[in-house]
């Protein structure tokens, strides 16, 4: 049975920058959930983070390829540096995946670590720009498909297509 790693707060876990979660409610990750093939991790807080935490931006929307190749660095509005604890956690939820020989992932869309394709721009005005967190960026470097919470199906279509082969 192939596992699936999850972004934790989409499981309900209240480990967001605000101290809430962001359940999602779809019926296949529920069915995942009950076949027990979710490993449910936030790599924030894996990355040492509190819980909550001010909120944090890869500066210039950057993304997460260049956040791991030491170009862009992820702050908070404050210029606070959380680069190193957003780097932990990404390759803590990449052991946790080989681990767990996971092969995708459905992660939150707009998270400087799980964005898969889309972050905040640096700016903390809202503005969403194309682009992976640190998290997604480091597991798709390492072939481990990335998702969204709302390409869910996408996923299952995934995930199907490694049961066959």
């Not at 959380?82 to 869309?109: C, Q």
């Not at 194309?130 to 481990?144: E, K, S």
């Not at 998702?147 to 996408?154: H, Q, Y």
Request: contains cysteine.
């Amino acid at each position: 049975m192939h596992r699936i790693l999850v972004s934790a707060c989409l499981l309900g876990s209240r480990v967001r920058f605000d101290g809430k979660a962001k359940t999602s409610e779809d019926a296949l990750l529920a069915g995942w959930r009950t076949e027990g093939r979710l490993v449910s991790f936030c790599p924030e807080v894996a990355g040492g983070l509190p819980v909550p935490r001010p909120p944090a931006e890869i500066e210039r929307g950057a993304g997460g390829d260049a956040v791991l190749a030491g170009t862009a660095h992820v702050l908070r509005a404050d210029g606070t540096d959380v680069t190193d604890a957003f780097v932990a956690g990404a390759h803590a939820a990449l052991a946790a995946a080989h681990r767990h020989g996971v092969r995708l992932a459905i992660l939150k869309e707009g998270s400087p670590s799980c964005g898969p394709l889309k972050i905040y721009d640096g700016t903390f005005a809202g503005h969403a720009t194309p682009g992976q967190g640190v998290t997604a960026a480091l597991l798709t470097a390492n072939g481990i498909r990335v998702f969204g919470e709302d390409d869910i199906a996408a996923a299952a279509t995934y995930l199907a297509t490694l049961e066959t082969n």
